[in-house]
């Protein structure tokens, strides 16, 4: 069972580049979610879903996109890097009739230069 | 929407001795309080989580406790060990919204 899977789990962007982080659940969770961490500032939510096809914003969601075309996957994608954008990305899913109990990825760290 | 406030942000015990991180949050509308620790280069695991219909909940160390009139919950770690040692994180939902607090850095001292 391999739980949340992101990959990849390091990389580094040039200001202005663009990129995907991945994220893969295989628990059939309807739930999907993904929060940047940076220091002293605990876990901020990017954007949600709570089922294929439906996404919505959280807390920080600038400069990020996400769908939801399988229940498996939810990728987060930065359309035009910033070093603001360097960070550790962690997303985790769910299920909803479960109190919202969700479960983390190993989280992604992202430099931007 | 919902803010958590965590305090404090670094604790330091000595092993054996218990340890209290407190939480409070806005939204009286949240109904679920998970806690989650975060080892160094891992991902946030849930360790205990309460529902806004329970006051306590204790599972062999650790116990959290809610009073949702002052919109406040505690994390309680008795006789800790060296292991223990990491941050911990509060959080409150208002499902399928779900905001944490900053962290506490524990350290315990053998």
């Known amino acids: 069972n391999a739980g949340v899977t992101q990959t990849p789990k390091f990389q580094v962007l040039k200001t202005g580049q663009s990129m995907t982080l991945q994220c893969a659940q295989d628990?059939?969770?309807?739930?999907m979610s993904w929060y940047r961490q940076d220091p002293g500032m605990g876990l901020r939510l990017i954007h949600y879903?709570?089922?294929?096809?439906?996404?919505d914003q959280g807390e920080v969601p600038n400069g990020y996109n996400v769908s939801r075309s399988t229940t498996e996957d939810f990728p987060l994608r930065l359309l035009s890097a910033a070093p603001s954008q360097t960070s550790v990305y962690f997303c985790?899913?769910?299920?909803?009739?479960?109190?919202?109990?969700?479960?983390f990825g190993e989280g992604s760290w992202l430099t931007v230069v | 929407g919902e803010n958590v406030e965590q305090h404090p942000s670094t604790l330091s015990v000595q092993e054996g001795d218990s340890a209290v991180i407190k939480c409070t949050y806005s939204?009286?509308?949240?109904?679920?309080f998970p806690w989650y620790k975060q080892e160094l280069g891992k991902g946030p695991q849930l360790i205990i989580d309460?529902?806004?219909?329970?006051g306590e909940k204790k599972d062999q160390r650790i116990a959290v406790t809610l009073n949702k009139t002052a919109k406040h919950f505690s994390l309680h770690i008795t006789e800790t060990q060296p292991e223990d040692s990491a941050v911990y994180f509060c959080?409150?939902?208002?499902?399928?919204?779900?905001?944490f607090g900053a962290g506490t850095r524990l350290t315990v001292k053998p």
């Open positions: 985790a899913s769910g299920q909803t009739d479960s109190g919202n109990t969700i479960y």
């Open positions: 628990m059939n969770h309807e739930y």
């Open positions: 879903s709570v089922g294929a096809g439906i996404t």
């Open positions: 939204d009286s509308a949240s109904n679920y």
């Open positions: 309460i529902r806004s219909n329970v």
């Open positions: 959080a409150a939902s208002n499902p399928p919204d779900m905001r």
